[in-house]
């Protein structure tokens, strides 16, 4: 046979291969995940979301330092101060320069230790603060999720603190696997065992597990927050999506705040809150994307898949 002959034959093989293969393969999960990225960006738009997402800045500043009090007592009930103190260092020090350090005295402060009576007195209002944010992304979640008539505020109020107590119980868990049980394993000297290097290989690891716990903590929170009923493998793709814009957030935002200097001369003193202010709401608007991510990607695949089994 000749080589030309050949050639064409595989050619054709290759081919025949792609149509059968290949081609639905890059459609279904390629191609059809960017075209339902675009109807969710234009939702996002079209839902409000991008005004949404300034509301839901406003309550996470509203709420971030009654919630760390919260927590911090909490922690320290279970007698893990040190570790919780760790482990919001640790967030800390990824927020950009600019917000860190408009935030870190009063995070310092209430490190420290608010006074018990404080807490005695003032729990209700702590909690009922802390909450807020908690009924803020309730509210979004079921616009994204197109949750036309939601259960009487005073029932989603209760439920929005009940929420909290889980999800701040949850951190409490985070904080004990992300912290305790590396200190743990090098207690035990399993480190040495397993020849890794405690600060090199750690590192990674670390990165690993909070991407992990990010990743699910946001799929929990599309689970449960929206009024709808939904299984939790549905919210994963809009998770995924915004731990992945997340991370490149972070990078893209310190690269903007290290080389541009617009903030610091146009708010001067005030510039470590509006950058606090634009972090949290960038954030936010990732967040609202995700959910109708989430709302789109279902249905479309769920009518794609239905429509090729019948």
């Not at 393969?25 to 390629?30: E, G, K, N, V």
């Not at 600019?98 to 006074?115: C, F, T, V």
């Not at 146009?266 to 994307?289: K, N, R, W």
């Amino acid at each position: 046979m000749p080589n030309n002959q050949v050639d064409k034959t595989y050619s054709q093989k290759f081919y025949n291969i792609y149509v059968a293969y290949l081609k639905p393969f890059f459609r279904i999960y390629l191609l059809l995940p960017l075209k339902i990225l675009k109807i969710s960006v234009s939702d996002l738009v079209r839902q409000n979301g991008v005004e949404h997402a300034g509301y839901l800045a406003f309550l996470s500043i509203l709420s971030l330092f009654p919630f760390l009090i919260f927590l911090i007592a909490i922690i320290g009930f279970f007698g893990a101060s040190s570790e919780g103190i760790e482990f919001i260092q640790y967030a800390l020090d990824a927020a950009p320069k600019e917000m860190k350090n408009a935030l870190a005295p009063r995070i310092n402060e209430i490190i420290s230790g608010p006074h018990q009576g404080f807490l005695t007195i003032a729990i209700l209002g702590v909690v009922w603060t802390a909450s807020s944010s908690v009924e803020g992304c309730r509210t979004i979640l079921n616009r994204a999720y197109r949750i036309e008539f939601p259960p009487p505020y005073l029932w989603r109020r209760f439920i929005s603190i009940v929420e909290f107590f889980i999800i701040t119980f949850t951190i409490v868990v985070g904080v004990i696997i992300f912290l305790i049980i590396p200190k743990f394993l090098k207690k035990i000297d399993l480190i040495n065992y397993l020849e890794l290097d405690f600060g090199s290989d750690f590192f990674y690891i670390s990165k690993i597990i909070v991407l992990l716990i990010v990743t699910i903590s946001t799929s929990l929170l599309y689970y449960i927050l929206p009024n709808t009923k939904q299984k939790i493998t549905e919210t994963l793709p809009g998770s995924i999506l915004a731990v992945i814009l997340w991370s490149l957030l972070q990078k893209l935002f310190s690269f903007y705040l290290s080389y541009f200097d617009q903030v610091n001369f146009v708010y001067g003193s005030l510039a470590g809150i509006i950058v606090s202010l634009m972090f949290f709401y960038l954030i936010s608007l990732i967040f609202i994307l995700g959910a109708e991510f989430n709302y789109h990607f279902h249905r479309v695949y769920f009518v794609f898949f239905k429509k090729n089994k019948s």
